[in-house]
């Protein structure tokens, strides 16, 4: 019951219109780091799912599930690629959106503490639980959407043939499984600033209104 009952919590954060503005921000930021990578020996990082991961923190899983199909259907009118756009694709980005909110919504932030190494193992020691829902977040993006859908659908649409499926997948299991760590640190260095900045703002707005 507590599950479903996060995503019932979450639609009616659509209510608010602070959730609708700080969501449009997000979703803004989203499509402009699309065109961030970092190159590395073994492929690009991509620090676009920093934004969409943030919605799912502040707004939950029924939110962040609507604005990756957003995110997704925007990007492909600013890149003007509209012959490209397959909406099975869209449900790729969707999940993504729907997995954060579900694994990081109302989860307590970790700050790190960068005074040293060893105070820095500690910080995150001493929040353990919330370590873990990240780690999980994003292993559970990576095997849902990188491997299961992205490979099954280019099969379903026939963009690889059934054959190679998997030599693709085995090819991504070993792409993205390198990267997850450098993908958890991103969150892990990202959502505490993120959900800080939101708290203090609109908390000062409180104030101000009253």
Do not use: H
Not at 132 to 158: E, H
Request: glycine share 6%; with cysteine; proline share 3%.
């Amino acid at each position: 019951m507590a599950f479903f009952a996060n995503f019932k919590k979450s639609a009616l954060e659509l209510k608010n219109l602070r959730c609708l503005c700080v969501t449009a921000i997000l979703i803004a930021l989203d499509l402009a780091l699309k065109s961030v990578t970092i190159n590395l020996p073994f492929g690009k990082i991509s620090v676009a799912f920093l934004a969409i991961a943030a919605i799912g923190m502040l707004f939950g899983p029924t939110v962040a599930f609507l604005a990756g199909g957003i995110t997704d259907i925007l990007g492909m009118f600013i890149a003007q690629q509209m012959d490209a756009f397959n909406p099975i694709f869209t449900l790729v980005e969707m999940t993504g959106g729907l997995l954060y909110g579900l694994f990081l919504y109302d989860f307590t932030v970790i700050k790190p503490d960068f005074s040293g190494g060893k105070a820095f193992f500690k910080s995150i020691g001493a929040n353990w639980s919330s370590f873990l829902r990240i780690v999980l977040a994003k292993f559970t993006v990576i095997v849902v959407c990188n491997l299961i859908m992205n490979t099954s659908f280019q099969v379903i649409t026939g963009y690889i043939a059934p054959e190679v499926f998997w030599v693709k997948l085995w090819a991504r299991v070993g792409t993205n499984f390198i990267k997850m760590p450098f993908d958890i640190l991103l969150l892990l260095l990202t959502m505490y600033p993120i959900k800080t900045a939101y708290e203090r703002v609109f908390k000062m707005r409180k104030i101000t209104d009253n």
